[in-house]
């Protein structure tokens, strides 16, 4: 479609990231065949050689900017990317992700033949022992749904598949048109949830998104990776911008927004080990969960494994961990 003309702004959170996986990730960004990029990487305190293998990009290519800061956290680090995009374009990539490299052309072309606002690819689960030995094609053809902003936003409450292995809620895998993200942030106190949040935010402002089949982000799935199942403390104040979230959202959104939210709160529940240390959380969960509960359950759009947990934990939570685990897992 001609000339790159639209800037496309990539940001990049980095902390302490294996070098092949660094590099790796950076230079699939580097070598897209859409070429008027600037990939903004923000080191958050990593004390290994991250931040030197960073610099060292940086020094090398004129359309990479790296800062270092202390460490606060993935939202922290986006935001200070989302503060210093120039783009037309903005796009986030983990530092143990990758892309194909065709896809940010791709989507930059499926926006401007559709005016639209964002566009989403799909993506492609991967291992660290993966061995990739796909034949590339530059230019693979791909297939492609339109959606109004209701219709995605309906898809983002109720984690929606538009095609395998989209994954609608996260902030990965997708190109937001800048004017659509402008004043949007991550919340930092929020560290799970805080993709979907942001997602709402911004796609409430969209007036068309395309969806698209073609698999152009590559999804590192790490043994030491963020959560993967680990319980972590700091969730519980997750709780309170949920809350935030369900008094300020549109009306015509509050079931979706709570549908998704109390469905966040039961992974978070399910994630607690048993222990006297974790009673107190429980309890605000539980809380959490009964207050929506029956709003959740009476949405007819609401998944079956979010109403059947909440069916289940009218017998008690405890009882509906248990059950859960031995159907659901």
């Not at 902390?15 to 897209?32: D, F, G, K, M």
């Not at 293998?53 to 004129?62: F, L, Q, S, T, V």
């Not at 989403?120 to 749904?145: G, Q, T």
Request: aromatic share 10%; with cysteine.
């Amino acid at each position: 479609m001609g000339a790159d003309s639209s800037l496309v702004s990539i940001i990049m959170p980095v902390y302490q990231i294996p070098e092949t996986l660094l590099r790796h990730a950076i230079e699939s960004i580097l070598n897209q065949t859409y070429k008027n990029i600037e990939l903004i990487i923000i080191d958050d305190g990593s004390k290994d050689h991250t931040g030197a293998i960073c610099d060292e990009y940086a020094h090398m290519d004129h359309r990479v900017m790296c800062c270092h800061t202390a460490n606060q956290g993935v939202s922290k680090a986006r935001n200070r990317g989302l503060h210093k995009v120039q783009g037309d374009y903005v796009a986030f990539v983990d530092g143990d992700d990758s892309l194909e490299p065709y896809i940010i052309r791709q989507m930059v072309d499926v926006c401007m033949e559709n005016k639209a606002d964002c566009a989403i690819c799909s993506c492609r689960h991967l291992y660290e022992n993966d061995a990739d030995v796909r034949p590339r094609d530059p230019d693979p053809p791909f297939n492609k749904k339109i959606y109004s902003r209701e219709g995605i936003l309906h898809e983002l409450f109720y984690m929606g598949k538009p095609y395998d292995e989209m994954e609608i809620t996260a902030v990965w895998g997708k190109l937001y048109a800048r004017r659509t993200i402008k004043n949007v942030f991550f919340d930092a106190d929020i560290s799970i949830g805080e993709d979907f949040i942001f997602n709402y935010d911004s796609l409430k402002n969209a007036s068309v998104i395309v969806c698209m089949d073609s698999k152009g982000y590559n999804y590192l799935l790490r043994a030491d990776s963020a959560i993967h199942g680990r319980y972590k403390h700091k969730y519980i104040q997750c709780l309170d911008g949920f809350k935030k979230l369900l008094k300020k959202c549109d009306k015509s959104h509050r079931q979706g927004v709570a549908a998704r939210l109390v469905n966040i709160a039961i992974v978070i529940f399910l994630m607690i080990p048993k222990g006297k240390d974790n009673a107190e959380d429980e309890r605000r969960l539980i809380d959490f969960i009964k207050q929506y509960r029956k709003e959740v359950l009476f949405n007819p759009d609401s998944r079956f494994k979010v109403k059947a947990s909440l069916l289940l934990s009218y017998l008690g939570f405890g009882s509906m961990k248990k059950i859960y685990n031995i159907f659901f897992q």
